[in-house]
Structures are given as structure tokens and as C-alpha cells.
């Protein structure tokens, strides 16, 4: 009766038998309406299904089962539950019973709801921006490593932010040629330096994306020997592609002047 969690006995219908106060506070009920009580009637109707066949299987199975369900208050206000539901060997003399424990876990619902709202909102937003932010870390005798990265990773070189990580430096995808750029504009500023270019990157997918970065390098607040490096990634594919049929156009028109 003192417990934290709430404790229900069943029987095979899933008719409740005994309730502890813990129970009957979180139903927001008394133990004496609670007593003899389908438990399915306290069910939101949506997870009622859920609930059934979650008594089904611990009575079939023998073994302890659980599941999450959405209960409904008698004001009509809605909570999550966790249910666990062991069997209880039936006797002639004692029918199978079966004895769940009930935990409260709308708060962890909510957190879950709102960290799949913020992936949500962050995707929408990947999808349609065309910058990459980062920061990246090192120590004086090694190279730099991605910590931290946001944006339209996934759009601009075809790979996940887990990726990018895994790799530890973007250099991994800066095309051979552009290495030296890479190099001295971006790794190989010192701290209190700021720089910019433009490279290409080879896209997972084998195509080139033309990019502009900046970056800012300052010592690491943390450690008097580590080197912090912010950075911003823009695909600027659009705009070479226009400056390159600009050019053609441009060359062309010399051409067909220097004719007439």
C-alpha cells in the first residue's frame, strides 16, 4: 500500500481484484471503484488494443511482459503509464491471476515528444538552409577533430553528422587538388586568425559541391596547449554554375564581336 509505483492484481479478463493506494491516486480514484473494475475502462480508447493483447501474451506466455499505455482520469485528463505484468500458476483452489505494476512516465513522454519535435524542426531546417556550422578541436601534436556540427550536412556531402564525426576532419572530403587550399585557409590558421575560401568537396555520391568557408581559430579556454577552430560552410554551387555559363556567354559574345 506504501509503495511509490502503483500495484494492480487481475484476473484473466483484466477485471481488477486488488489496488494499492498508489494505484488508486494515479487512476485518480477510489480503491473501492477501482475493486472489481475493468481495467480496459480506464484505457484511452486508442490503446485499449494495446492492452489486451499485452494480457494475452502474459497469460499465454508465463512470462513477464510490458508495455506503455495512455490512461484517462475521470476528469478526462490523460497520463502514460508503464505497465509490468507477471503470471501467477493458476491452482484449483486459486485461479491465474495476474500482478502488474504501474509507473508514471508522462514526463519522460514529454521530453521524448519535444526531442522528436526539436530532430523534427532541425530537419525541416537542414533541408532547406545551405550552411554547415562547425567546431572543431586539437592539441598542439595532433589534428583537428569535428565535436560539434550542425546544418545541411547531410544535403551538402551526402553524409550524416555521425559521419563527419566518425572521419573527424572534413579535409576527408576535399577533392586532391584543393588540398593545399584546404590546408592554408582553413587548418592552417593560428589562433586569433580569421580566413576564408573557396574548394570543392566530393559528395558521398561522387559529384563535386563548390563550398566557401570561413574560419576563426582561437586557443581553447580549457587547456593552454589546444587549439579551437569555428567554422562555416556555404554551398555555392548555384553561383559558380552561373558564373561559369556568365563567362561562356561573355567569351562567346568576344568572339562573335571580334568576328563582326
Not at 38 to 46: A, F
Not at 53 to 67: A, F, I, P, Q
Not at 152 to 166: F, H, M, N, P, Q
Not at 226 to 237: A, C, E, Q, V
Amino acid at each position: 500500500d506504501l509503495a511509490p509505483v502503483g500495484y494492480l492484481t487481475l484476473d484473466q479478463k483484466g477485471i481488477i481484484l486488488e489496488a494499492n493506494f498508489a494505484a488508486a491516486e494515479m487512476l485518480d480514484v477510489g480503491r473501492s471503484f477501482l475493486k472489481n473494475t475493468p481495467l480496459s475502462v480506464l484505457v484511452s480508447s486508442g490503446h485499449k488494443e494495446i492492452f489486451f493483447r499485452h494480457l494475452e501474451t502474459v497469460l499465454n506466455s508465463g512470462n513477464k511482459s510490458e508495455c506503455e499505455l495512455q490512461m484517462r482520469k475521470k476528469d478526462g485528463a490523460t497520463f502514460h503509464i508503464r505497465m509490468t505484468s507477471s503470471f501467477v500458476n493458476s491452482s484449483p483452489e486459486n485461479p491465474a491471476k495476474v500482478f502488474s505494476t504501474l509507473v508514471d512516465i508522462t514526463e519522460r513522454k514529454k521530453v521524448e515528444a519535444d526531442l522528436c519535435e526539436a530532430e523534427r524542426r532541425h530537419r525541416n531546417v537542414s533541408n532547406i538552409t545551405s550552411d554547415i556550422a562547425y567546431s572543431c578541436s586539437k592539441s598542439v601534436d595532433t589534428s583537428y577533430h569535428i565535436d560539434w556540427i550542425t546544418g545541411a550536412v547531410e544535403r551538402i556531402t551526402g553524409y550524416s553528422e555521425d559521419d563527419l564525426k566518425t572521419l573527424g576532419c572534413w579535409r576527408g572530403l576535399v577533392i586532391p587538388e584543393e588540398l593545399a587550399v584546404f590546408d592554408k585557409h582553413v587548418i592552417g590558421i593560428s589562433p586569433g586568425e580569421m580566413d576564408n575560401c573557396e574548394l570543392r568537396l566530393r559528395h558521398k555520391s561522387g559529384n563535386q559541391v563548390w563550398v566557401a568557408s570561413s574560419s576563426k581559430c582561437v586557443m581553447d579556454p580549457e587547456s593552454s596547449d589546444s587549439f579551437r577552430l569555428y567554422g562555416g560552410i556555404k554551398d555555392i554551387s548555384d553561383q559558380k554554375t552561373a558564373f561559369e555559363l556568365l563567362r561562356e556567354n561573355q567569351d562567346r559574345f568576344r568572339v562573335a564581336a571580334e568576328c563582326a
